[in-house]
Each structure stands twice: as structure tokens, then as C-alpha cells.
């Protein structure tokens, strides 16, 4: 377990939930990954992000999909690509990350409290 943190801490991290617009294989990034935009609604706006998602999604079928994201770390260059957001998600048993998403339609931009 991590060192507790206060409520404060916890509402300083963003997380957001928004819609894959659109999603593309990324062959520039040092280990298998797809480039995603996301729709954080009228607020955020569409960001872009890199994802090592490859073992459990295409992407074609990741349109239309909603995603969690932090939206207020600092962008970061991946490869040729400016990373905008943070998409979460879990490791299964086997090491390849499974995307955290609403199991309901929730508003994009809509925040996690």
C-alpha cells in the first residue's frame, strides 16, 4: 500500500472521464502502444495520449469507448508525440494494462469524486 494521503492530496490529481474519438497504432513508441484522442466534453476539450494497450485492444474497437483519465499532469513527449492526459488503468495477471472506464454513460469532462 502507498503512504496515506490526505483528501486534499486526492483532489489535487484530476481524473476525468471522456470518449475515444479516435485511436491509431503508435509504431514510434519504444514498446507496443496506440495514440488515442479522447473527448473531455467543452471544458477540456479533445486530448491526446499514449497508451500500452496493444495486448488487450485494437484500435478500432476503442471508439466510442469511455476512459478515465488525469488531465492535470503536465503534457510529455512520447516519441514524436506531445502526451496530453494520463488514461488509467489496471494490470491483469499477466502484466497488460485493462482500461478503467464508467460501467455506466457517464458526461465526458465528467470528474471522479
Known amino acids: 500500500m502507498a503512504e496515506t494521503i490526505g483528501f486534499d492530496d486526492f483532489m489535487a490529481v484530476d481524473i476525468?472521464?471522456?470518449?475515444?474519438?479516435?485511436a491509431e497504432p503508435f509504431p514510434e513508441a519504444r514498446k507496443p502502444a496506440i495514440k488515442l484522442w479522447v473527448d473531455f466534453g467543452p471544458e477540456l476539450g479533445e486530448k491526446k495520449s499514449s497508451a500500452q494497450i496493444t495486448q488487450h485492444y485494437n484500435p478500432a474497437e476503442l471508439i466510442g469507448r469511455q476512459v478515465m483519465a488525469v488531465?492535470?499532469?503536465?503534457p510529455r513527449q512520447?516519441?514524436?508525440?506531445?502526451?496530453?492526459v494520463l488514461?488509467?488503468?489496471?494490470?491483469?495477471?499477466?502484466?497488460?494494462?485493462v482500461l478503467l472506464s464508467p460501467d455506466k454513460q457517464v458526461p465526458n469532462g465528467g470528474r471522479m469524486c
Open 78 to 84: 512520447i516519441g514524436p508525440m506531445m502526451s496530453e
Open 87 to 97: 488514461v488509467l488503468g489496471i494490470y491483469d495477471s499477466n502484466g497488460a494494462v
Open 71 to 74: 488531465v492535470n499532469f503536465p
Open 16 to 22: 476525468r472521464a471522456g470518449t475515444i474519438t479516435h
